[in-house]
Nanobody, 119 residues
C-alpha cells in the first residue's frame, strides 16, 4: 500500500510560480510511474504531467513550456514546478502513482492540493 501526500498549493498571482510536492510512503518508489492530475469543478480529470520510472516525461499541451515534473527517488518525492500560472490553472491538483506488476496494475491517489491563481 502506498500513501501519497501532496503539499505546496496556495494562492498565487497570475504569472507567478508554485512548486507542488508529493511524498510517497513505503518502498519501491523508483519503480512507480508518477503523475499530476487536476480537476476543475464540472470538468473531467485532466492529466497534467507524468514521469516514468525511467525519467521520461510527458505533459498536457496546456502546460507545456510552463510546468516541469521531476522526481527524487532518494526522497520518495515527485515535484511539479509551475511557472507563468494562469487563472485557468486554478483547481485541485492530485498526485498519482502507478505500478505495473505481473499481477496487475496498481493505482494510488493523494488527497489533493488546492491551487488558486488570482490577483
Amino acid at each position: 500500500q502506498v500513501q501519497l501526500v501532496e503539499s505546496g498549493g496556495g494562492l498565487v498571482q497570475p504569472g507567478g510560480s508554485l512548486r507542488l510536492s508529493c511524498v510517497a510512503s513505503g518502498s519501491g518508489f523508483s519503480r512507480y510511474a508518477m503523475g499530476w492530475y487536476r480537476r476543475a469543478p464540472g470538468k473531467q480529470r485532466e492529466l497534467v504531467a507524468v514521469i516514468t520510472s525511467g525519467g521520461v516525461t510527458n505533459y498536457a499541451d496546456s502546460v507545456k513550456g510552463r510546468f516541469t515534473i521531476s522526481r527524487d527517488n532518494a526522497k520518495n518525492t515527485v515535484y511539479l514546478q509551475m511557472n507563468s500560472l494562469k487563472p485557468e490553472d486554478a483547481t485541485v491538483y492530485y498526485c498519482h502513482a502507478n505500478l505495473r506488476r505481473d499481477s496487475g496494475s496498481y493505482d494510488y491517489w493523494g488527497q489533493g492540493t488546492q491551487v488558486t491563481v488570482s490577483s
